[in-house]
């Protein structure tokens, strides 16, 4: 007689293997073991090529419809003990799968929580950037409002330099002028007491002109002597050579 699952025997093995393997799967000594153990789960082929295990095709077998027969008597004993290793064997494999989908769900968690901190990194960098260009383009703006109110304090001081040097040149034309004026009220004054000078030596030529008539006309022929006749002749010569100077000089004045 075989003995049943809850009896001992094969129940007890199947029930300490699948609390072995379920045990705490969030421990950190384990994760290393549970990812090695689900790689290749008990009862799942590692590829398309690779046959099913013994007890797949065991199960396989007996579920199929020729297999199926009404238990009767040691057969029936038989039969449940073989249907309770079934059920061990895919308790095992329904764990298995389990575990390998959740150690699945963790390496994507693991991804998923990379690509976020990368993400934040990114973002992070972008947004640096992003404060670096706005602070770029003020300090452009800053720059060319700068140029711009540098080129009109340059075209004002150069209005404003024009005008200054139209001054200077009113100022020095002004000067000129009034040197012009005290010139010529100079040359005016020159003139006026050349014209007096010429005046007097005018009427004192006439005067010895006069006196040296009436000397000839009283004494008859040479009434002055020679010596005094040149001196006079040549005085009245410079009087006249005075008279075109100072004639020259006050119409060269105007």
Known sequence: MFTSPASG???????????????DDDSPSRKASVVGQVKQPVGIPASPTQPHDN??????????????????????DVDNNHVDDSQGTMVLQRDATFRYHKAQIRILQDELASLLEMRTKVQAKHDAAADELERRRTDLAAFSEHVQQM??????????QGIQEAKQRMLETDAQVATTRKNETLLLRTAKVTEVRLHEGTEALQGLKKELEDERSNQGGMAVPRHEHERLLNHHQRLEKQKVMISFDFFNSY
């Open 9 to 23: 025997g094969g129940g007890e093995r199947n029930n300490s293997v699948i609390t072995e393997e379920v045990g």
């Open 55 to 76: 007890s797949s095709s065991i199960l396989t077998r007996q579920f199929t419809p020729s297999s199926v027969r009404r238990p009767t008597g040691a057969n029936a």
């Open 151 to 160: 080129q009109a304090l340059l075209d004002k001081n150069k209005s404003l």
